[in-house]
């Protein structure tokens, strides 16, 4: 158990509509990341959030966006759903988001979202 | 310039054998070489890390050899197993920056028969 929660664990959706995944990272870390996972794109870095603000930000669509609360969890939202945003969204924490010699990062479970 | 290639892109090998799973990279200010390990079902986990002062890690059965001058990173896991079945993913970042991410490479899925 890596400490980084994820929910939902499963989510079943239609195409065009809207969802948020939601995000706790480990107790102490301030740094978020959001990764996709599909078959055929591996692990794809989305955005990073540190202390509440964006950090990084990778190949996330405009119909993504992401938010990291005042208490560090962190949100994801994917809208105008398509056939092809059905992957397995990670969220990842670290407590060092300057890629110090903390940087690991500890993935959670993940979601797996479909979209039908 | 930003991508991390990795092969091959599945593996089998007798258990006891050596697994090897290759890694390369072009942008130089990368400065920070994890291997991740996932197992279906489950987020990756940091295996072993390296980072390019020194050519080889060693961490049990694990092995990171770094290469600077060719610019190439390979995992060795020696006495493979079958727990050892999973997918691996090499990555690199330029450490040391505000905005740092890390580039995974498309992973290798390796089964280790018994």
């Known amino acids: 158990d890596s400490g980084v929660t994820q929910t939902p664990k499963h989510l079943i959706t239609a195409t065009g509509q809207r969802v948020t995944l939601r995000c706790s990272p480990r107790?102490?870390?301030?740094?978020v990341y959001w990764y996709q996972q599909s078959l055929d794109q591996g692990l794809q870095f989305l955005i990073q959030?540190?202390?509440?603000?964006?950090?990084a930000k990778g190949n996330i669509l405009e119909r993504f966006s992401a938010q990291q609360f005042p208490d560090l969890h962190s949100e994801l939202n994917l809208s105008s759903l398509e056939l092809g945003d059905s992957a397995l969204y990670f969220c990842?924490?670290?407590?060092?988001?300057?890629?110090?010699?903390?940087?690991?990062?500890?993935f959670g479970p993940g979601t797996r979202l479909t979209v039908l | 310039q930003q991508q991390v290639k990795q092969s091959p892109q599945s593996l089998i090998v007798q258990k006891g054998g050596i697994s090897i799973i290759n890694c390369a990279y072009e942008?130089?200010?990368?400065?920070?070489f994890p291997w991740y390990q996932q197992f279906p079902g489950k987020g990756p986990a940091l295996l072993i890390a390296?980072?390019?002062?020194?050519s080889e890690k060693k961490e049990g059965r694990f092995t990171i050899s770094f290469n600077k001058s060719a610019k190439q990173f390979s995992l060795h896991i020696m006495d493979s197993q079958p727990g050892d079945s999973a997918t691996y993913f090499c990555?690199?970042?330029?450490?040391?920056?505000?905005?740092?991410?890390?580039?995974f490479g498309s992973g290798t899925r390796l089964s280790i028969r018994p």
């Open positions: 107790s102490g870390d301030l740094s």
């Open positions: 390296i980072r390019p002062d020194v």
């Open positions: 942008n130089t200010a990368f400065d920070y």
């Open positions: 990555a690199a970042s330029a450490g040391y920056s505000s905005a740092s991410k890390i580039i």
């Open positions: 990842a924490s670290s407590v060092d988001p300057a890629g110090g010699p903390s940087d690991t990062q500890y």
């Open positions: 959030y540190y202390n509440g603000e964006e950090r």
